[in-house]
């Protein structure tokens, strides 16, 4: 029995395929991990969420940015985008099953008998795991509730870039999520930078990668994360990077959780007019 954790897969149904191809991946003994943006810009968006649902519990996916961002358009309170390719989902004829599976996925996948935890971005400096694992039970229990539509509406932007305890509930949430599904830098006190998506060394001071930050309360566990395509290697102990930038014409990762050893295949994907899909 094998587990593998995936990078953004983002609608790139056909090197998901191929990936799993080459890992001999056998739903009756392994299980898959996968760090969310499941869809959008690659051209096989409801390929993809129709084979990770059907997976049952051979897979667990967590919610990246692209994944709310179609929950919020199916809510009726978010449009399309130039460049989205969600419309195979929002069209089919069991969208409303997909979207309702798509709402039950949890923010955060922690294991702890294995002392992993994945997510799709990353987690603010002054973060135990218990409170990570709170803050996304709060987001969940809104995704999952007759609340979403509110929800959607005003917690997606870029506003919400700092925690205190006093500020509204609503404002609290839209941090938590802005941590969990776009994070890349913070300072040293957890405030966000979501406007830079280069690579470490272009960021404006006093921000550092998440994982770099000093004295981050969940430096004993090992993290398993997506979103940074332009990322690169990292080399921080414990901390995965696996969006390796399918979409961008890059490559799909997996990470064997059981020997760390990672098996890639490049992107296979491509959209109308014969270009790579971007970011």
């Not at 969600?86 to 923010?107: F, H, K, M, Y």
């Not at 218990?130 to 997606?156: H, P, T, Y």
């Not at 802005?178 to 830098?185: A, H, I």
Request: aromatic residues 6%; neutral net charge.
């Amino acid at each position: 029995m094998a587990t593998y954790a995936i990078g953004d897969v983002q609608g790139c149904f056909g090197s998901l395929t191929a990936l799993l191809e080459t890992l001999r991946f056998d739903p009756a003994r392994d299980r898959l991990w996968f760090t969310g943006d499941l869809v959008n810009r690659g051209p096989r968006s409801l390929e993809t969420l129709r084979f990770v649902r059907d997976l049952g519990d051979r897979a667990v996916t967590v919610l990246g940015n692209h994944d709310l961002h179609l929950l919020g358009v199916a809510c009726g309170d978010r449009r399309l985008k130039a460049g989205d390719t969600i419309s195979d989902v929002l069209e089919a004829p069991d969208r409303d099953d997909l979207i309702t599976w798509l709402r039950c996925q949890p923010l955060l996948h922690r294991d702890a008998d294995r002392g992993i935890t994945m997510v799709h971005a990353g987690l603010p400096p002054q973060w135990t795991l218990d409170v990570a694992q709170a803050c996304a039970a709060a987001v969940e229990a809104k995704l999952r509730g007759a609340g979403i539509k509110k929800l959607m509406r005003k917690l997606l932007g870029s506003q919400c870039d700092s925690w205190s305890a006093s500020r509204p509930y609503a404002e609290q949430l839209g941090y938590i999520i802005n941590c969990l599904t776009r994070l890349r830098y913070c300072d040293p006190a957890g405030h966000l930078e979501l406007r830079e998506k280069g690579p470490p060394g272009r960021q404006p001071a006093p921000y550092l990668p998440w994982f770099a930050a000093p004295r981050r309360l969940h430096v004993s566990e090992k993290i398993v994360f997506g979103h940074w395509a332009s990322l690169g290697t990292c080399n921080e102990p414990g901390v995965h990077a696996l969006d390796t930038g399918c979409v961008w014409g890059g490559a799909l990762t997996a990470l064997c959780l059981e020997t760390w050893e990672r098996t890639n295949v490049p992107c296979r994907d491509i959209i109308e007019g014969g270009t790579h899909a971007e970011a």
